[in-house]
């Protein structure tokens, strides 16, 4: 008896990619001054941040009192760290831009918005709403917490729904700068490999590539990688 195993892949160009969005990867909001965020990209191409910017809303405030225009061009895999400028030693040596001044509390909420369109690439907490002191609880909270994106990029464009870090972020105690500047696993431009066994056909139609593995019989093994 003969099998099909079929399968489609996404088709990789050897033309120019268009970058995803960046995203936040990583949020603190520590003890005294120890407060910065993390902006990742997750490829495959490069990111020009100049594009973008960072508003803060503070206290339930509908208009940000607070922005930060990157400017950097972050390359695929890369992560770009704003501090403040008071910040631990741990989190100034992984910080591409401080500022002096004030940022945010555990009741603030950050945006990132596209410059182009004033569209939301990515958030944290709710505009207009002053949850009194976090939103969260426990270590899965913004305040006196160090957050870490679960899935990456996992983009959060409604900036005025309910905010519950627990479904998105995972929480580390106060002042937990350890992972802060360092890429999240799965960034980057991926490295195109295919490994079959067996008896194969690849066809290439429709923006993806087809791959047909024959078996001898249903017992038979046969694996695409």
Known sequence: ?????????????????????????????????????????????PIDLSGYRLEVYFNGSLTSSFTHLPTATLAAGDVYVFASASANAAILAAADATTGSGLWNGDDALVLRRISDL???????????????????????????????????DYDVVINDAFLPTTAWEGFATDSF?????????????????????????????????VTVTRSNSLAAASVT
């Open 1 to 45: 008896m003969r099998a099909l195993l079929l399968l489609t892949l996404t088709l990789v160009s050897t033309h120019a990619v268009v970058a995803a969005e960046p995203y936040f990867s990583e949020y603190i909001e520590g003890s005294s001054n120890n407060k910065a965020i993390e902006i990742a990209n997750p490829g495959p191409g």
């Open 119 to 153: 569209a939301v690439v990515d958030s944290i907490g709710q505009v207009g709403v002053d949850p009194g002191s976090e939103w969260g609880s426990g270590l899965e909270s913004t305040a006196d917490n160090t957050l870490r994106r679960r899935a990456n990029p």
């Open 178 to 210: 350890g992972d802060i500047g360092i890429p999240p696993a799965g960034g980057g431009t991926p490295t195109p490999t295919l490994t079959l066994s067996g008896p194969a056909n690849v066809g290439e139609g429709g923006g993806g590539l087809t």
